[in-house]
């Protein structure tokens, strides 16, 4: 194999697919766990939702290197915030720090987040914050290189109302399609729903996910592949 194209050492770029949906009492987040660095897979069950506190969570797109320094820096400053003011953070704030900071550093980040939690405030609350640090606050918001496909799905599928079960099916479904299609989404699929109990997480393996099109089923290992594929014999 030739090495010399330099897509060992180019920088982690997390090719992602990341969902946020509000429903009727909360939020879901959700994204796949496929990281990249050139055309390998540097990481196939990386985390991209990261929690900022304990009520506000962040899905990470584009660089690996430049949304974790934006998560990072942002859960620093909510922490001070939280000690200064003696409550929990609103999910406004949150957004306001990381569209802060992109909008900033747009010259030099190459980042879309999408930024979900809840407040006793205004409930569960959407914000996308694309490349270049814009905030726009969304029912519902989609990003990163699977989110193409998603775009007449979601305006097809998506009501406003939604139970928790409801949300929490159609992130995966929408997840697992957008796998299905785009090169560098893969893996397994995180959820994470937040509502005025707190948050959970869930896990989705990518052999409990649906198949879609003519996607093959997930196998443990190369060899099973060429096990299942092997011809018959020549019998002479």
């Not at 959700?30 to 196939?44: I, L």
């Not at 949300?167 to 560098?184: F, H, N, P, T, Y």
């Amino acid at each position: 194999m030739d090495m010399s194209s330099g897509d060992l050492n180019a920088p982690h770029s997390m090719g992602t697919t990341i969902i946020g949906v509000t429903y009727n009492g909360g939020v879901v987040l959700g994204a796949d766990s496929r990281t990249s660095t050139g055309m390998y897979v540097a990481n196939r069950a990386s985390d991209k939702i990261t929690q900022l506190t304990d009520n506000v969570y962040i899905c990470r797109s584009g660089s690996a290197a430049d949304s974790q320094i934006v998560s990072d820096y942002v859960r620093y400053f909510l922490h001070q915030h939280t000690i200064q003011l003696g409550q929990p953070s609103t999910v406004k704030v949150a957004a306001n720090l990381v569209r802060l900071l992109s909008y900033n550093n747009k010259n030099s980040l190459q980042t879309g987040l999408i930024v979900g939690g809840w407040d006793k405030y205004e409930g569960g609350k959407i914000y996308g914050i694309p490349l270049g640090g814009t905030v726009l606050e969304l029912p519902f918001t989609i990003g990163g290189s699977g989110s193409s496909y998603l775009y007449g799905f979601f305006d097809q599928v998506w009501k406003e109302g939604m139970t928790q079960e409801e949300a929490e099916k159609l992130v995966v479904k929408a997840v697992s399609l957008a796998i299905a299609r785009d090169g560098a989404s893969g893996g397994v699929v995180r959820t994470v729903t937040i509502d005025k109990d707190g948050a959970t997480r869930k896990f989705y393996p990518s052999e409990t996910l649906p198949l879609w099109h003519e996607e093959l089923e997930p196998q443990e290992s190369l060899l099973d592949i060429l096990s299942t594929a092997s011809p018959e014999p020549m019998i002479s």
